[in-house]
């Protein structure tokens, strides 16, 4: 059994416990605990910036060719740079990694701050190299299409070029089960919808008949009570109670 199994299986004996599985009988199949916790994950992705991880990535680009496809645990490319500085049609190395002119104002502003500039010189010297390389391409832009994980390159590449992708990659399931804030909110989740499915289907019939007259059925006050359950769960992603990426809340829809 994976790690991923092993994790499920810990989910569903919770439902099975918190049901009362074992005092009663639970009409619920494997398929419908499994159904669960599909959709426990599929809400929690779709509105929880946990759900993602930030990272970088590295992606070598060809000469001439504009377009790449990315891996599929890409959710989402956040910016693109250059990993060196200079000329882009250089050498096939896209430009040297050493910039001189840079390190001597280090030395002369930064190093010696208590003669002449500062902390406060270099920031606006940062701020001017930035806002020179915003004018005469320094900075890369792109357009990247999270359906089809292609990535586009509005400039064409004049030479071959390592650059590195900031990406928000989709965390793997075991991941969430097992993370101490979101583990909870995925087995609660769970929980509310096997309620609701409980619900709809003890909801058709009111009673069962029976030698004493019939056994009355809680479906209106089950499927009551999973839906106070969602709409809770669901203010609790919005409140980032199962957790945050520490990326701030961009991807927080609510």
């Known amino acids: 059994m994976s790690q991923l199994d092993q994790e499920k299986q810990k989910v569903f004996d919770y439902c099975r416990n918190m049901l009362g599985e ?20 599929g809400v929690f992705r779709q509105r929880s910036d946990n ?16 377009e790449y ?11 693109v740079y250059r990993r060196s500085i200079g000329s882009r049609s250089g050498g096939g190395q896209g430009g040297t990694v050493f910039e001189p002119f840079n390190l001597a104002y280090t030395n002369t502003y930064l190093l010696s701050s208590t003669n002449m500039g500062g902390l406060a010189t ?27 994980k292609k990535l ?7 030479s071959e070029e390592e650059v590195a ?51 009355a059925l809680n479906g209106a006050n089950l499927k009551a009570e999973a839906q106070a359950d969602l709409e809770r769960l669901t203010m609790e992603l919005v409140t980032s109670v199962a957790g945050s990426n520490n990326s701030g809340y961009s991807l927080i829809i609510g």
């Open 22 to 41: 074992g005092m009663i009988d639970v009409e619920l199949d494997p398929e419908h605990y499994e159904t669960g916790l599909e959709r426990a994950l």
């Open 51 to 66: 759900a993602v991880e930030e990272s970088f990535a590295f992606l070598k680009l060809s000469l001439d060719q504009n």
């Open 69 to 79: 496809t990315l891996p599929d645990e890409i959710q989402m490319v956040r910016e």
């Open 122 to 148: 270099y920031e606006l010297f940062a701020g001017y190299q930035e806002r020179v390389g915003k004018t005469f391409g320094s900075f890369i832009q792109f357009t990247w299409n999270s359906e089809t």
């Open 152 to 158: 586009f390159i509005h400039q064409r590449p004049r």
């Open 165 to 215: 992708l900031h990406v928000f990659n989709k965390r793997p399931d075991v991941s969430i089960i097992k993370d101490v804030y979101a583990g909870q909110w995925i087995k609660d989740y769970t929980l509310a919808n096997c309620k609701m499915m409980l619900a709809q289907a003890r909801e058709k019939f009111a009673s069962i008949a029976g030698p004493q007259g019939g056994t």
